[in-house]
């Protein structure tokens, strides 16, 4: 079957740096999105991998790696409107999307 | 401002009833995506559609139907609805020939009692 393994929680301090790992199993491969959702709204597009490596864009980053099947979102200079859960999803072979249960992070002062 | 709009936002709603969810988008999106979001689980699609005048199932299909009868709209009817069809419920699209990045609309609220 197919599966996307994300932590459920994680915690971390106002200006500080977290990583949000994401580890998927599908069959094929043809990218890997970021979503951001606050709570009570809708997701929101964060980034999008599909060649290995990181991708920078502001203080977020997502990195890639198809052999591990394996990525992570990267926050920088955490600020509390960071506080949201963030979901990773997959496109399979067949173009549909995958999704992780999401990541919600709690940001502390 | 362009976007998606969904209605209502909110609904309680008695078991055996008919139901019919709204989407309209104005940004002229091919794809349109309808999903349901429960907590614990990923975002599940229930139906999609790569462009008016076509459907086709998603993971959890039973239960829903769609239609596209143009590029804008494509609402969601529950036939009879149930209460494990109580949950949040988002349409989304996309634009042909982007990375698929997803909009999605405020999302419905459906509680079937």
């Known amino acids: 079957g197919q599966n996307i393994d994300q932590p459920t929680e994680m915690t971390a301090t106002e200006g500080a740096i977290v990583q949000i790992n994401c580890t998927y199993q599908?069959?094929?491969?043809?990218?890997l999105f970021w979503y951001q959702q606050h709570a009570g709204e809708a997701p929101t597009f964060l980034s999008y991998?599909?060649l290995d490596g990181l991708e920078e864009k502001g203080r977020f980053s997502s990195f890639l790696s198809r052999s591990k099947g394996y990525s992570y979102l990267l926050l920088k200079e955490l600020q509390m409107k960071d506080s949201a859960s963030y979901l990773c999803?997959?496109?399979?072979?067949?173009?549909?999307?995958?999704w992780g249960a999401g990541t919600k992070l709690i940001i502390k002062p | 401002i362009a976007g998606i709009t969904q209605a209502p936002t909110s609904q309680i709603l008695a078991a055996g009833r008919r139901m019919t969810l709204r989407c309209t988008q104005d940004?002229?999106?091919?794809?349109m995506y309808w999903y349901r979001q429960d907590l614990g689980l990923g975002l599940r699609l229930i139906h999609y559609?790569?462009?008016?005048?076509?459907?086709g199932k998603g993971e959890v299909p039973d239960g829903y139907s769609v239609s596209r009868a143009n590029t804008d709209d494509f609402p969601l009817t529950l036939a009879s609805a149930v209460p494990s069809q109580t949950s949040v419920y988002f349409c989304?699209?996309?634009?042909?020939?982007?990375?698929?990045?997803?909009?999605f609309g405020e999302g419905s609220r459906l509680t079937v009692l």
């Open positions: 989304a699209s996309s634009p042909t020939g982007s990375t698929g990045e997803l909009f």
């Open positions: 559609s790569n462009t008016a005048g076509t459907t």
């Open positions: 999803a997959v496109r399979d072979s067949n173009y549909q999307l995958i």
């Open positions: 991998n599909v």
């Open positions: 940004m002229r999106h091919n794809a």
């Open positions: 599908t069959s094929g491969f043809n990218g």
